[in-house]
């Protein structure tokens, strides 16, 4: 569910996502990162984590989706504020205006997933040839 | 080998393995490979290499060799990626042939909680792609 709407220079994005453990190990597997507190409960609660969690990184994959046109980022950046787990849904909104996207990921209780999230994005006819 | 930790005189000490840069990596942007990982995104893999594909290209590179320096003694099974961010030039082509370094920025301890920041720059030939600043969070056992 990616949607874009566009009104008084404010172009607002949003996506919805339940996380799984399917979705956790296809992330691991494509990027390498196979750390196991991403694939194995038991790893995960050595770690002291309630079980398995997902990566950082497949996070701000996905809020990536909703900061723009990707040929046209420039920065990226996010606090990871609270774990995702399987079975959680997040839902990321990207709000740009002037080449600069602020964006959130918030979980089914509503609690911030990421913070301090923001995106930069070149002008339109700066992008080519990038 | 990476460079010794070192303590600048007349100013701020540098404590843990701060200021030590690792060797260069080499890194093929292979087209199969940035399509799997655009899949898994669920991102349309024609639209080209997706931004945070720089997780591989920056991270996966360079990372593995500050969790595996036996000096920098970094207790993975307690870390946690704390934050992160990134900054582009452009990004990569398919088929391109990119250098990734990374270099510890920042190794403190701070209420028997480890802070070490990453820095890693990539780039293809002369030109600089990409900088990656990670911030990982390290908890003594048992907190």
């Known amino acids: 569910m990616e949607t874009g709407t566009p009104g008084g220079g404010t172009t607002r994005r949003e996506l919805v996502v339940t996380f799984t453990r399917e979705l956790i190990a296809a992330y691991a597997e494509a990027s390498g990162d196979r750390n ?46 609270e774990a995702v787990r399987p079975g959680d849904t997040v839902t990321f909104r990207g709000e740009e205006e002037d080449g600069r996207v602020e964006l959130t ?22 992008s080519a040839g990038g | ?61 360079t990372v593995p060799q500050l969790f595996s320096d036996p000096e920098a003694a970094v207790d993975v099974a307690h870390l946690l990626h704390a934050e992160q961010e990134f900054s582009w030039e452009r990004h990569p082509r398919l088929g391109e042939t990119l250098v990734a370094q990374g270099r510890v920025a920042g190794d403190v301890e701070r209420r028997g909680v480890r802070l070490l920041t990453f820095e890693t720059e990539v780039r293809a030939g002369a030109e600089r792609l990409c900088t990656s600043r990670a911030l990982f969070v390290v908890r003594a056992p048992g907190r």
């Open chain 2, 1 to 61: 080998m990476p460079a010794p930790a070192r303590r600048a005189a007349g100013s701020v000490p540098l404590v843990g393995v701060a200021g030590r840069v690792y060797e260069p990596v080499t890194f093929l942007v292979e087209a199969g490979h940035v399509a799997a990982f655009a899949r898994a995104l669920g991102v349309d893999p024609g639209q080209g290499v997706p931004p945070t594909y720089a997780a591989v290209y920056a991270l996966g590179t």
């Open chain 1, 105 to 126: 990921a918030v979980n089914q209780e509503g609690r911030p997933v990421v913070t301090r999230a923001r995106a930069e994005l070149v002008p339109p006819s700066a």
């Open chain 1, 36 to 81: 196991p507190i991403h694939l194995d409960e038991e790893a995960a609660r050595a770690a002291g984590l309630p079980g398995v969690i997902a990566h950082g990184m497949l996070q701000m994959g996905l809020l990536a989706r909703v900061a723009g046109d990707p040929a046209r980022l420039r920065r990226l950046s996010c606090r990871f504020a």
